[in-house]
């Protein structure tokens, strides 16, 4: 069977699946789910002996895509609690956005409704398996997957527990359907599925996500890089500074929302120390040539150092000029993705809030904060840096769309 009958019958079992689901009651779901994150648990040793298996061949990756597959028990038990979570949120399926009545006298609705059949395409992250389940699952729309090779067994394993886990409480199991193999063809056959796949959403590096973004043509909910800053304004408390410098580096510098560029202040009076704090803390730094005076063991930064998302710890540091060339410089170079700033001054702290381009902005806090769990939104299915439908964190809101009920008494219009 080709690539693209694969994907065609894979889509019209979804298709299926996901108008049982549109028209099932909230409880149902949350049962659904619940059963699966207790077949997660109970298929524990399997899931990470897969997993091991994976890692074992794994030798190639990145310590940072190396971080992004490995499971342990701890992180198994988040997925499992994340699966429950998502079982607890309130159901967007149904719910009135806005109520009017039209000058006619009919009664206009706007309902939130499922957007139908999701695929993912992701890498190395086989959390993203029960993450991308549970959302689309609750939010009325069945999920197609397609894991990288790097996670096959991980991926199989943690997609077994997870449709166990609705055959039991009798939800369709081709809600959640698993791509076969790793043939790279069946990625192209997913993008290429428009009228069959209603959204295809990438989560991986940025050879991935530009391949899904030129060749898709079903609609794509993606970020291609996140190239955070965090601003340090020269009102900012020296020891608040560092503590979220090092963190939103230090804390996973593999996840999309660390701090890649820090920006300092030319007039911050603690700028040297800050850098010191940064390089005993295990951060290597490409710094500007004034960042390079101060600290003579900065490497120098290159013009290509300020747009690279790096995802290992190591940072860009450049002094500016104030706010303005704060602004100037992420106006330039940022990625749209999640922006900081660190400062005791409202009115600068407010005016960076308002005027930075980005889908979360931060006053006086880590961007390693970028995330739907931190959000309060459960977990997410990745995050938006576009500016349409949805932005930011990506849950259950973001995965319906809308449609516009209206009842009437009679009218005809003249």
């Known amino acids: 069977m080709s690539a693209a009958a694969i994907i065609a019958d894979l889509a019209a079992r979804a298709h299926a699946a996901s108008q049982t689901l549109a028209r099932l009651p909230t409880a149902a779901k949350a049962e659904g789910l619940s059963a699966a994150a207790g077949e997660v648990r109970r298929r524990a040793g399997t899931i990470l002996a897969a997993n091991a298996e994976d890692m074992a061949g794994a030798t190639a990756l990145s310590p940072a895509l190396r971080d ?3 499971l342990d028990p701890a992180r198994l038990e988040g997925i499992a609690a994340g699966i429950e979570a998502v079982a607890g949120l309130d159901d967007p399926v149904g719910a009135v956005i806005d109520r009017r009545t039209a000058p006619s ?14 695929g993912l395409i992701y890498e190395s992250r086989p959390n993203v398996t029960a993450d991308a389940a549970a959302l689309c699952v609750m939010s009325g729309n069945a999920a197609i997957l397609r894991g990288g090779s790097e996670a096959l067994s991980s991926n199989a394993a943690l997609h077994a527990a997870f449709v166990a886990g609705l055959a039991a409480t009798g939800l369709p199991v081709e809600a959640v359907q698993l791509v ?10 997913m993008l290429a599925a428009a009228g069959q796949i209603d959204l295809i959403v990438p989560r991986g590096g940025k050879g991935l996500v530009a ?5 898709a043509r079903v609609p794509v909910l993606a970020h291609l ?3 955070n800053h965090v601003f340090i304004h020269a ?5 608040m500074a560092e503590r979220i410098a090092i963190n939103a580096k230090l804390r996973r510098p593999g996840v999309c929302g660390a701090m890649e560029t820090l920006l300092i202040d030319r007039a911050y009076p603690a700028a040297a120390g800050l850098v010191a704090a940064l390089r005993a803390a295990g951060c290597a730094l490409r710094g500007d040539a004034a960042i390079q005076a101060m600290d003579s063991a900065v490497a120098p930064a290159t013009p290509a150092d300020w747009d690279t998302e790096y995802l290992e710890p190591i940072a860009s540091v450049a002094l500016v000029d104030g706010l303005e060339g704060a602004l100037a410089h992420i106006a330039r170079h940022g990625s749209g993705h999640t922006e900081a700033i660190v400062a005791a001054d409202t009115g600068a702290a407010e005016r960076f809030l308002a005027e930075v381009d980005a889908a979360i902005v931060l006053w006086n806090a880590s961007t390693q904060f970028a995330d739907g769990g931190e959000f309060g939104l459960g977990a997410e299915i990745g995050i938006a840096t576009g500016r ?3 932005r930011g964190p990506v849950a259950l809101e973001g995965l319906t769309t809308y449609k516009w009920v209206g009842r009437g008494t009679g009218q005809v219009r003249p």
């Not at 006298?105 to 999701?118: F, K, S």
């Not at 391949?211 to 060749?215: D, H, N, S």
């Open 211 to 215: 391949r899904v973004q030129a060749e």
């Open 68 to 70: 992004r597959l490995r």
């Open 105 to 118: 006298g009919i009664v206009l609705e706007r309902a939130r409704v499922p957007i139908g059949v999701i």
């Open 388 to 390: 349409l439908h949805a």
């Open 225 to 227: 890089d996140g190239i």
């Open 235 to 239: 009102s900012a408390e020296p020891g």
């Open 180 to 189: 076969p193999g790793s043939d790279r063809a069946l990625v192209g056959a």
